[in-house]
C-alpha cells in the first residue's frame, strides 16, 4: 500500500456551548492554510491540495469536517432540533478552531458556503488572518429550486442531494472525480445540506456590507469555475466591482467544485495564489 | 434529438441502472411539441404528441433553443444541466416534484443521453 502524507485526527471540541469530537486532516508544514468543504459535504473534498507536494513544503493544510458532516458527529440531542447553520456558528467554528490549534494568522481558503464566510471573515476577523481565499464566492445566492425535498423522508437524501451537486460541475472535468464528489454528497446526514443552504440561501446575504472589506489589511484572492451556475462568475464579479483589491481569476473549464471535481486544473489556479501569499506580495 | 431518446437510454446500462425503480410517465416539451415518456423499471418509451387527454406525473417544459443548447456534445457554462436551466429561468418543472426529486438523476441522464449522439 502506497501511503500518503495526510494525516487525520480527533478533538474534543468546544461550540455552541457544548463539547463536540471534530475530525480534521492535515498535511505539510508552515504557514497554516484552513480549507473548509462546500455545504452537505466533507473535508475529503481537498485531499489533493493536502497531498500537493509543493504546497506542502511551505503550507501546513488543515481541513476539518464541519460538526455534522464527514467523521465530526453531531452534537448530543441533535435528535431534537433542526440543524442550521448561521454566520455566527460558522465564523465561530473557524475562529474557534484556529484558536484550538494554536494557528497564528492562518490562511483561510473556502468553496462555495466557504467561500461565502471568507468574506465575513474579511470584514471582521481580517487582522488575524494572513490571507483569505474565496472558492466560487457570492455575496448572495436567491433560491431558484425548492430544497425541501433534499430533506424528505419520501424522497433519498442521499441520491437527491448527489444529483443536485453533479449538475454543479463541469461537463469537462475528468468522469472518476466528478462522480467521487457526488458520493460525498450521497453520504450526507438528512437534513444537513439543507441546514448548510440556510445560511447559503437565507441568513448569510452580506451584500449590503462587502464595500466595508479592506484586502489592504488581509489580501482576498477569487476563484470561480465558469460553470457554477449557484455561484456564478457574475456573482463573483458583482463582489470585486465593489472590494478594492480583491483578485478576481475565473477557472476556465471548472465547476462549483474545483479541488475535487478537477483537481489537477485547480492546482495550476491555486499554486500560484499562495506563492503570491507566501511572498508577501 | 428527443426521438431517439429510447435507443440511447434502453442500452445504456449505467443510465437505466438509475431508474430501476421507476414505473412512471413524464412529460417533456421541445417548445410547442409534446412527448411523453414511459418509464418501466428504468426502460423507457416515447411517443410524439399533440396529446388531447393524457397522464402524466410531471412535466418538463422548455423552448427548443433551450433545448439546443442543452444537447449540444460540449454545452456551455449555464446550459449543461437541468438546474441550470432552471436557475436561468429557462425550464419549467410541473406536477409532482416528489417524484422528479426521487429519480432526479434518472431524468438528469435521460434527457442529457442526446448530447454528441
Known amino acids: ?281 | 434529438m428527443i426521438e431517439g431518446l429510447a435507443r440511447l437510454v434502453n442500452d445504456n446500462p449505467a443510465i437505466v441502472r438509475w431508474g430501476r425503480r421507476m414505473n412512471q410517465t413524464f412529460m417533456v416539451e421541445v417548445g410547442a411539441e409534446q412527448y411523453l415518456v414511459k418509464v418501466a423499471e428504468g426502460k423507457l418509451a416515447v411517443e410524439k404528441g399533440p396529446f388531447t387527454q393524457r397522464s402524466w406525473v410531471f412535466a418538463i417544459r422548455a423552448k427548443r433553443e433551450a433545448w439546443e443548447r442543452f444537447w449540444q456534445k460540449t454545452p456551455a457554462p449555464g446550459w449543461h444541466d437541468l438546474f441550470a436551466l432552471l436557475r436561468r429561468g429557462d425550464v419549467a418543472f410541473e406536477g409532482d416534484q416528489r417524484v422528479l426529486m426521487a429519480y432526479l438523476q434518472y431524468v438528469k441522464l435521460v434527457l442529457a443521453a442526446p448530447r454528441g449522439a
Not at chain 1, 480534521?24 to 493536502?50: K, M, N, W
Request: proline share 6%; aromatic share 12%; net charge negative.
Open chain 1, 1 to 281: 500500500m502506497k501511503l500518503e502524507p495526510i494525516v487525520g485526527r480527533y478533538g474534543e471540541f468546544q461550540f455552541q456551548g457544548a463539547k463536540q469530537r471534530l475530525y480534521f486532516e492535515e498535511a505539510g508544514s508552515g504557514i497554516p492554510l484552513i480549507c473548509l468543504h462546500t455545504a452537505g459535504s466533507d473535508g475529503r473534498q481537498y485531499r489533493a491540495v493536502l497531498n500537493d507536494s509543493s504546497i506542502r513544503q511551505n503550507y501546513r493544510v488543515i481541513v476539518f469536517d464541519m460538526p455534522w458532516h464527514g467523521k465530526s458527529s453531531p452534537p448530543a440531542g441533535w435528535q431534537n432540533q433542526d440543524y442550521r447553520l448561521t454566520t455566527g456558528m460558522y465564523t465561530e467554528l473557524i475562529m474557534g478552531f484556529a484558536r484550538a490549534l494554536d494557528l497564528e494568522r492562518p490562511v483561510v481558503m473556502g468553496c462555495s458556503i466557504g467561500g461565502r464566510i471568507v468574506l465575513d471573515l474579511a470584514l471582521k476577523h481580517a487582522r488575524q488572518l494572513r490571507a483569505l481565499i474565496g472558492l466560487q464566492s457570492g455575496a448572495f445566492v436567491e433560491r431558484y429550486y425548492d430544497p425541501s425535498w433534499l430533506d424528505h423522508p419520501e424522497v433519498h437524501g442521499g441520491r437527491a442531494c448527489g444529483a443536485v451537486a453533479y449538475g454543479l460541475m463541469s461537463p469537462l472535468s475528468p468522469e472518476a472525480e466528478r462522480w467521487e464528489t457526488v458520493w460525498h454528497y450521497m453520504q450526507g446526514g438528512p437534513g444537513v445540506f439543507t441546514g448548510d443552504l440556510y445560511f447559503y440561501q437565507v441568513e448569510g446575504d452580506i451584500r449590503g456590507r462587502i464595500g466595508e472589506i479592506d484586502t489592504s489589511v488581509c489580501p482576498l484572492y477569487l476563484l470561480t469555475g465558469e460553470y457554477d451556475y449557484s455561484a456564478s462568475p457574475r456573482d463573483t464579479e458583482a463582489v470585486t466591482a465593489r472590494v478594492k483589491g480583491a483578485k478576481f481569476t475565473v477557472m476556465k473549464g471548472l465547476g462549483h467544485f474545483p479541488m475535487s471535481e478537477n483537481p489537477e486544473a485547480f492546482l495550476g489556479y491555486l499554486r500560484p495564489v499562495l506563492e503570491e501569499i507566501r511572498a508577501g506580495r
